[in-house]
Structures are given as structure tokens and as C-alpha cells.
């Protein structure tokens, strides 16, 4: 338990620190500001100052003024809604690796989540304010969990119900190969542009929308994103049934069965399921990870704003959140990990069945 606790907190901090690599290199000063006073009946910048914590008057007449070390966005947000100053504005500087400022943002990160404070978004149309992503957190966690969940249950099930359904009918089965292994050739990309451009045919030969695959407000595909998140786990879980199953066939016990009279589906479902419960259990965290991989995929391609394609929304100028939502799907992996561990304890033959 402690192992996993370990690895658990190994991966979130892994996240924020790919999650704040861009901090390492700074194109302003960290730790001073340009401060423009108003020019009638204005009052001093030193006096403007000292009602902040923190803050140091350089040179009054060119306004230039420190702040903490790492809080120049903060602190830009906070002097402009003062009534008596007119302009804040960075100093900008030549691009360096600045390390100090990469831990000082890290550790101001941890502190805004001991908070509640997740990060923040800022649009295009207004770049000079910086919304928290708290207020569309809720939103796009149930956005993209629609459909995720969903789709890997779906993966789960189909994926077994296929495999079944090939060892049962031989030649089915073999078609059925075929199929998955050109699936599992095809990046997932593809098959969601594949799926847009049908949805796109369909609707110029019928003369109305078929299906959704683009975000219009808060009108968003389901359909496509689901298909996008089933499709490859469905194909990984049949793979591993079928290879796990192929393996049974060759073993001792599966001959004495049948020498005893025991019937094919009794041999499938009595004994070879029994055996084959361990390779399911450990396909299913790789089935997962692609369905979080194809997640983030479909949300990109369909413009969905989800905990996956947000980051790369047009409409988005700068993200600081990014690294929240990815922990909250490294999260849902890591619990798979859990689940896994749980059912192996209870339902993994530990001696391999013999007839």
C-alpha cells in the first residue's frame, strides 16, 4: 500500500512539474514592475505603495517598483483596480533560465490547492484578466466523463462479449482478427477524422445535421468522442482474451477435459475464464490509458472544452491549469491501478486450474 501511495504522489508531482517546465524560462523581470500613477491631483507612488505588503518605490519618476519574487502577475492583477494608478505593465527583458522562479510558481501552485485555487484561463478577447478555472471545473469534469466512463465500460464488455463471440464461431473469429489488428494499426486521429468526415458526407446527402462533432456553446458531441474512447481499448481487451484464450488451448487440463466428455462451452466458461482472469485484470489499466489518451484526442479534434482539450482551445490565451486537470485524470488511472489490485486479491486463480 505504501508502494502505491508512493508511485501515486510520484506521478502527481511528475505532472506539475511538466506542468510548469515553462516557468523555467522568463521573458520579464520576476520581481519588478512599471507603475503609472494618474496625473491630476495623483498621489505619490510612494504613498500608492505602502498600502502593499511587500512593495518597494525604486525610482518614483520612472515608476519602477519591486514586488516579490514570482508575484509580478499577482501583483499586476491587484495594482491595476487601484483608482489611483492609471497603468501596470512588466519589464521585459531578454529570455534566460531563471530556476528560482520555477520553484517559487511550484510552490505557489501547491499553496493555491491547499486553497481551492486550481489555476486559471485567460481568453483572447481579454488578455489582461485571468479567470480562475474553478468557476468551469464542475462543467468539464462531468463533460468529459460522459462519455469516458461510458466508453471504457463499453470497451470492457464489447471487448470480452467479441472475443467470446470468436472462439465460439472460428470463422467469425477470424474475420474479427483481421478487423482488430487494422484497428490497432490506426491512430486514433484518424478514426475521429474519419468519423467527422461520414458525419459531414451524411449531412450534404441528407440536407440536415446528422450528428454533432464539433462544441457549438453548450451543445457538445457525444457520440464521436464515446466512439473515439470505445474503439482501441474494445480492441485491446479482445486481443488479450484472444491470446490469453489461445494460450489456455494448448494446456494439459483442456485435453483431459475433453477426454472426459466435458463440452466446449463448459471448457470456455468453467475453466478457461478462470484461468484467463488474470490477463484481463492486467490488460485493463492499459485500456484505461488509451481511453484517457483518445480522450484528450477527441476533445482536441471535436473542440470540446473538456478536461482534455481545453489547454488547446482557440479562444484561449494563457492556461495555469493545466496541470489540475491532468491530475485529475492521472487520478482516475491511478484508482484503475487500485481497482485492479483489489480484484486480483479475490478473483485471480492462484493455482491454475487442472481437469
Known sequence: MLKGLLIGLAVLLGILMIGNLDKIFIQS???????????????????????????????????????????????????????????????????????????????????GYTEGEFGTITYRNRIDRELPI????????????????????????GGFALALLAIWLP???????????????????????????IAILLAIASGKKVLTIMQFADNTPFLIPFLAISLLPTALMYGAFRIAVTREWDEGYIKTAYAKGVSRSRVILVHILRNVTEDLLAVLPRVVSV??????????????????????????????????????????????HVLVAILRKYLVVKTKEVA
Open 134 to 157: 474553478d468557476l468551469q471545473l464542475g462543467k468539464m469534469v462531468k463533460r468529459s466523463f460522459s462519455y469516458l466512463i461510458p466508453g471504457i465500460l463499453t470497451a470492457i464488455v
Open 291 to 336: 481511453a484517457i489518451t483518445s480522450l484528450v484526442v477527441a476533445e482536441v479534434m471535436c473542440g470540446v472544452f473538456g478536461l482534455g482539450g481545453y489547454a488547446i482551445n482557440p479562444d484561449l490565451f494563457k492556461v495555469t491549469s493545466l496541470p489540475a486537470t491532468c491530475a485529475i485524470l492521472a487520478c482516475f488511472g491511478l484508482l484503475t
Open 29 to 111: 523581470a520576476p520581481d519588478r514592475v512599471i507603475v503609472t500613477t494618474k496625473k491630476v491631483g495623483a498621489v505619490s507612488l510612494e504613498k500608492i505603495m505602502e498600502k502593499y505588503e511587500g512593495t518597494e518605490v525604486y525610482e518614483e519618476r520612472f515608476g519602477l517598483v519591486k514586488v516579490p519574487y514570482g508575484q509580478v502577475n499577482r501583483y499586476v492583477q491587484l495594482l491595476k483596480e487601484d483608482k489611483d494608478i492609471r497603468m501596470v505593465s512588466k519589464i521585459q527583458i531578454e529570455p534566460k533560465l531563471d530556476f528560482k522562479n520555477f520553484v517559487v510558481e511550484v510552490r505557489d501552485q501547491l499553496v
Open 171 to 197: 470463422k467469425v473469429g477470424s474475420v474479427l482478427d483481421k478487423f482488430n489488428r487494422l484497428l490497432l494499426a490506426m491512430p486514433d486521429f484518424l478514426i475521429i477524422a474519419l468519423m467527422q468526415t
